[in-house]
T-cell receptor, first 109, second 116 residues
């Protein structure tokens, strides 16, 4: 069945460091791909999405490109802030969204 | 309301007890999903409603789990004869359109269930 695999955490970075969180997927057909974020004490919220191959989703300085050839949707940010500390989930569309296990990011000042 | 509301926020149950978890989606949202999130894991799909119709219940782990949305708005997830392995956070999400495909999901804060 359809699934996503994302890099295990936790990830700890210093402020202004470069961030990459890897995500690969397995799917039949052409799913849409998503990154959701869960800040401490809050519910999951959509960070960005891409609906077809080569699309780039971006929001709040984060971006991810839908790569069909490598079945990947890696999340990147050029300069992280303390406020980016959260758990990040890669997901793919379907009748029920399929989520990865999540990657906890901690950014230290 | 402004967002998806779930209650209770925390529930402690003795093994064998029945529990009922409530979800109040955003007004007018057609699609409603239930997910189970174990500690350190991503949300796992349980079931999906389009209005009052339960279109997919393939993720429900056993016949002890039952969900309903009788009037197409509020939904209840019921777990009968709870077991320790049912301990998890139960998330509800809604989206504006039907089918839920390619749609932005709005999540509640979840109900944390602990079965002792």
């Amino acid at each position: 069945g359809d699934s996503v695999t994302q890099m295990e955490g936790p990830v700890t970075l210093s402020e202004e460091a470069f961030l990459t969180i890897n995500c690969t997927y397995t799917a039949t057909g052409y799913p849409s791909l998503f990154w959701y974020v869960q800040y401490p004490g809050e519910g999951l919220q959509l960070l960005l999405k891409a609906t077809k191959a080569d699309d780039k989703g971006s929001n709040k300085g984060f971006e991810a490109t839908y790569r069909k050839e490598t079945t990947s949707f890696h999340l990147e940010k050029g300069s992280v802030q303390v406020s980016d500390s959260a758990v990040y989930f890669c997901a793919l569309s379907g009748l029920g969204m399929r989520f990865g296990a999540g990657t906890r990011l901690t950014v230290k000042p | 309301g402004a967002g998806v509301s779930q209650s209770p926020r925390y529930k402690v149950a003795k093994r064998g007890q029945d529990v009922a978890l409530r979800c109040d989606p955003i007004s007018g949202h057609v699609s409603l999903f239930w997910y189970q999130q174990a500690l350190g894991q991503g949300p796992e799909f349980l079931t999906y409603f389009q209005n009052e119709a339960q279109l997919d219940k393939s993720g429900l782990p056993s016949d002890r789990f039952f969900a309903e949305r009788p009037e197409g708005s509020v939904s209840t997830l019921k777990i009968q004869r709870t077991q320790q392995e049912d301990s998890a956070v139960y998330l509800c999400a809604s989206s504006l359109a039907g089918q839920g495909r390619n749609e932005k999901l709005f999540f509640g804060s979840g109900t944390q269930l602990s079965v002792l």
